[in-house]
């Protein structure tokens, strides 16, 4: 089973969309998913609850499955505000552009959550955007 969890709808119809957390135990079993995507999902929580949101998402992905995090890089737009790339008003669309948010989150951040049994395998950041992307997958 492939799922994606985001307030959006995922783009790719393999795909079983979940849009909040709650309904992630009804719909999908522990170990059964062979992948996840996380689009701007994890900025739904504060930074206290992200570690057991984490562990709770990742305890439904098989042994060598992938795990795929995509959000905003609070580093990548504080730099692009300070630079005068963007003013305000794209600060603010690009930060709560989609839905509720708890955190601002990083890269580092959200590698540092991940637990030893995940090997990341890329990690990049696109400074256009201002997203980070994390792709690891579950090793032990």
């Known amino acids: 089973?492939?799922?994606?969890?985001?307030?959006?709808?995922?783009?790719?119809s393999e795909h079983?969309?979940?849009s909040n957390i709650v309904s992630l135990d009804n719909i999908v079993n522990d170990s059964e998913a062979?992948?996840?995507?996380?689009?701007?999902?994890?900025?739904?929580?504060s930074i206290n609850e992200l570690g057991p949101?984490?562990?709770?998402?990742?305890?439904?992905?098989?042994?060598?499955s992938t795990l795929t995090i995509k959000d905003k890089d609070i580093d990548i737009v504080?730099?692009?505000?300070t630079r005068g790339d963007w003013g305000l008003r794209?600060?603010?669309?690009?930060?709560?552009?989609?839905?509720?948010v708890k955190s601002f989150l990083n890269v580092e951040t959200i590698q540092s959550n991940l637990p030893s049994r995940f090997q990341v395998e890329r990690s990049s950041l696109?400074?256009?955007?201002?997203?980070?992307?994390i792709i690891a997958r579950r090793s032990k």
């Open 34 to 45: 062979t992948e996840i995507i996380l689009d701007n999902f994890l900025c739904q929580f």
């Open 126 to 133: 696109d400074q256009q955007s201002g997203d980070f992307l």
């Open 90 to 100: 794209e600060v603010n669309s690009n930060l709560f552009g989609s839905g509720v």
């Open 1 to 12: 089973m492939k799922v994606y969890l985001s307030n959006k709808k995922p783009e790719n």
């Open 78 to 81: 504080c730099m692009k505000h």
């Open 53 to 64: 949101v984490l562990e709770k998402i990742l305890s439904k992905l098989r042994l060598n």
């Open 16 to 18: 079983v969309h979940v």
